[in-house]
Structures are given as C-alpha cells and as structure tokens.
C-alpha cells in the first residue's frame, strides 16, 4: 500500500494517489488497485477513502442548501429560478407565502416576486428525476433588497463559510455588512459601500487561496490593512 500525494496536493485528471487497499470517493476512480484523480482538484484522504475536491466544478444541488436565485418565469402555480445550476428550481405558491396569502395569490403572483428579481430560497426537495423543489418560507429567506450580488465558484464556498461558520463569521464582525452565502457560489452583501467592496475583494482573496493554509489570518490582516486605510483618508 502506497500513497502518492500529501494532504491538499493539486492533481489532475489521470494522474496517480494511491496503490492497495483503499477506497475511492467524490473526484476519483479505482482501475486494477489503484487509485486515479479523475478532476483538476485537491486531493485528500480520510481514512482509507482517497477522494478529490474539484477545484471548478458546476453547483449540484442538495436538500436544505441555501441558495441565491433569479426569477426567471411566473407560473400558474408558482416561479421558477434560475440559479447557475443545470436544472431550474421550483418555488411553489404553497412554499413562498403564507396559506391566508396563497388564498389570493393566483390572480397576481407576480406582485409577490416579479421576473429579474432575486430570491434567497431553502432546497426542500432534490434528485435527478425532477426539478428542485425550494422555499422562501423561513429565517432569512424571501427577496433580496438592496446591496450587491457577486458570484464566487461554488466548490470555494464551504471556504468562504469556513469551519462552524468561522470565517465569514470573521468577515461580518471585522466588516459590520451582512452578507448571505449561497452554496450555489452566488454572495449577497449589504452595508456601507466602501466595506462592502473591501468584503468583495476579502472574498476574491478566499476564492483565490482557498487551497492554502493560513488563510484566515492573512484576510484578517488584509481587512484591518484596508479599514486602516480607509480612516486615514477620513482624517487627511
């Protein structure tokens, strides 16, 4: 039994992890005891399970993931959303407002969410043999007023979030602006616009290193060297 990577190496498309007795996970295939990259990613190991972390890769979604969408028809029975995923979700009436709204909604559902707008939605419901089916009804969720969107790639989300939520809580509480990750690799911000851009560049760093160590430390750093900029214009 041998391995033939560290910890977080980037490998590619055929190239070799591992001979023996090992099982193989997202992003990795097996031929004759060995063990093969099969996408540009990270390559990690858990126990005896090899597996690769694509580095790009398009969102797949999955029940109760938190994503961020555009309305891109109104339907009889609800809107469908197009959220840079391979398949539309589904947000019906009976998932998007309340029973005494739904009542008299269908003779104007686009008052509710319109084509263009955007929506912070739940996934409920998921698999390949229709679309996502997904709700406004909760914390959190319903229509996105005010601030910017930008668009991150969805594998670097979990490093945006950060273990426990550590970094982008980190990011909020440096910056004071709210900001809404969806696990489809579109962000939401809102607060002061000179924060909000130093949040934007902060993320474009994340999405950039998100395979190194370190990171949290050095975005920390990053910000107070903006906010510390930031002042000193004030002040001149």
Known sequence: MSIHFEQQDI??????LAEGDY??????????EKVYASVIGL???????????????????????III????????NGW????????????????????RDATHAKDNLRRYYDVGETV?????????TRDPLVTTLGRGLGKVRGGVLMNIIPTRVPRLI??????????????????VVGQNGIVWL????????????????????????????RVRDFITAKLTEQNGEKNE
């Open 69 to 76: 969408g555009n309305v891109v028809e109104v339907t009889l």
């Open 162 to 179: 950060g273990r426990k939520g550590s970094m982008i809580n980190m990011l909020k509480s440096e910056l004071q602006v709210d900001i």
């Open 11 to 16: 490998v590619v498309p055929g190239q070799l």
């Open 120 to 128: 912070v939605a739940e996934i409920i419901a998921a698999d390949r």
């Open 80 to 99: 469908l959303l197009d959220f840079h995923s391979p398949y539309p979700a589904m947000l019906p009436v009976m998932h998007a407002l309340s029973r």
């Open 43 to 65: 390559a990690k190991m858990k126990g005896k399970t090899v597996y690769v972390v694509p580095l790009k890769g398009q969102y797949v979604p999955k029940p109760r993931d």
């Open 23 to 32: 099982h193989t996970g997202e992003g990795a295939y097996m031929e004759q």
């Open 190 to 217: 809102k607060g002061n616009p000179a924060r909000m851009e130093i949040a934007q560049e902060a993320i474009r760093q994340i999405e950039r290193e998100a395979h190194t160590s370190g990171l949290t430390d």
